[in-house]
């Protein structure tokens, strides 16, 4: 029997891998759904049906889109920089699904039962999400500087300055959670939560509330969503840093946004949510919430799958109420409001931890 | 598998090494500024892995974060914001070149010194990562805060105030008034 750093080839590497897989897959079919969903609410939304056609309900539109899309050619620019053209909807993708690998799913196992219902739990887990989502952005530059077209490199310059800005925001309204667990390990950052006996969104009111909304509203403009979605402003700048690509290139673009979405609605529900933890962990007479008579882990996992795909749909919301933020707004916005304010909840929940 | 098991971290290293040597070597050589700051940020990236490499994750990671998430793209957006062509026309560097040799001699001299003390190869493969805090074992991340912020108090504070003066100062030069 090889060992491999002190453990077997099965708890090695076949055990992650099958994880890895899982939850590539399910988040592939979340996203593939998403789509779907995105077009029937906005159809509600706007008093129209949405797509009907294909399968029962149009059930089956986001097949039909992807045969569709594999199906077009793939034009690359003539005078486009092809290596960069090329890497660039990669570099979207590859780190929104790399992060995917700290997110804790579920409940960490008891000793000698199924394997726990996360990929991997880092010490620096928040660190790290924060620092590969902050490599995303690599993606948008270079699709619109490669594509050799004004409007793809305004879109890039665009995605490029409100990226930077929004991180700022984004990093210190995660702090708070950081302060109110003491880790920054994802997992101890939910079981700190459960001990504790409340979310973070209520921790130390309102800072932790204040501090929730700071993220998500910088969350929506790092993945480049309505009302922040000035990157690809059509009415400016035609598709913004992907007008030139088409077929699966630009699905892959469109696969990134939305991967970026369940990874910022993910790091939001573990950070401020709970994670897998029902809804008042620490209310005894709620107790039946934890529906105990599911296999273990799979009620957490539940839990915070719903709690996931709320946040998608306050996403798609967010797309059929808003109208588009101007550039200098969102600029303001970002710097004039959010940081302030997040500065304030970070030194203030400092000073209650520690007076307190 | 033994071979691979057993050297694996000592591969690695090399591998990203010269990763990162390579792409130093081009940020100057390449002609293109894009090129040469796509050059720097894989430099930047493989020097995070050789952190990680050496166990110590919180400076990979901040590696990552601040200079190949932060500092990168302003850089990138600089560089596509400017029209680099027409400066490089102007050589507004040609009366700097008596200086700059004399640092390049300066600069090739400490390098000299630094390489002949050094052993230039992983040393120590497994270093044990900086984990425990008077004997009690926490995480890295909590190892360098206390490290920082107990024994090392007074040169994080210094280099703070240097950042908030560099701050002010690029505010003071692009005031417009």
New interface residues.
Partial sequence: M????GETLFTYAVVPLVKIIAAIIVVLTIIAYTTFAERKILGFLQVRTGPNRVGPWGLFQPIADVAKLLGKEDVIPNRAVKW?YVLAPCLVVGPALLILSVIPYGPPSAEGTIPSWFITD???GL??V??????G??GL??GG?ASNNKFS?LG??RA??Q??SY?VPQGFSLIVPVLMAG???LVGIVEAQLTQGRWFIFGFFPFGLLAFFIYFVAGVAESNRNPFDLPEAESELVAGFHTEYSGMRFALFFLGEYANMIVISAVAVTMFLGGWLRPFPSVGWLSFLNLAFLPAGLAGFLWFLIKLLSFLFVYIWFRGTFPRYRFDQLMDLGWKWLIPTALLSVVATALWKVLI | ??FL?VNGPGLLFYLFAALAVLSAILVVSLRNP?YSA?AL?VSFLAVAALFFLLHA??LA??Q??VY???IM??F??VI??VNLHRIQEAEIYGMQWPAALLLAVMLIGLVSWVVARVQFSPANLAPATLVSVDGEVV???QAVAWQLFQQYLLPFEIASLFLLVAMIGAVVLARKD
């Fill in positions: 090889v060992e491999f750093f960069a880092v010490n620096a660190l790290l924060v620092a590969i989502a902050s490599i952005v690599y530059i270079l500087w490199m890039g310059l490029a300055a990226m930077i991180e880790t920054l390990s | 598998m033994e098991l894009m796509f940020l994750e919180f990671v901040v990552i974060f190949g998430g932060g793209v302003l990138l957006f596509m914001l995480g890295n991340v």
